[in-house]
């Protein structure tokens, strides 16, 4: 049973960066990992994910180009860089562990983008 804690989020002005951690309880070297998000009201929806061994990587169109995903094994951690920040970034971030039939999930970071 994982445990995963999210952390990195915060205020930022359009333009901005910020860079998102997920630190699991244990091993996640056979997981893929993925980043998912939600806006109040609105559907979660995909952001980011990392195969096993870093060679498969997808990325939501609506942050191709400006979000980077990577993961650290040895320390148990999933990063989400995020560049060029926009409004419609705001939303709670949540990562997921996945491994055959099970699912993990954090609690979410909060980030929010102003104007």
């Known amino acids: 049973q994982l445990q995963l804690v999210e952390s990195g989020g915060g205020l930022v002005q359009v333009g901005g960066s910020l860079r998102l951690s997920c630190v699991a309880s244990?091993?996640?070297?056979?997981?893929?990992l993925g980043w998912w998000r939600q806006a109040p009201g609105k559907e979660r929806e995909f952001v980011s994910a990392i195969s096993w061994n870093a060679h498969i990587i997808n990325y939501a169109d609506s942050v191709k180009g400006r979000f980077t995903v990577s993961r650290n094994n040895a320390r148990n951690t999933v990063f989400l860089q995020m560049n060029s920040l926009k409004p419609e970034d705001t939303a709670d971030y949540y990562c997921?562990?996945?491994?055959?039939?099970?699912?993990?999930w954090g609690k979410g970071t909060l980030v929010t983008v102003s104007s």
């Open positions: 997921q562990a996945t491994k055959f039939g099970m699912d993990y």
């Open positions: 244990g091993r996640i070297s056979e997981h893929a």
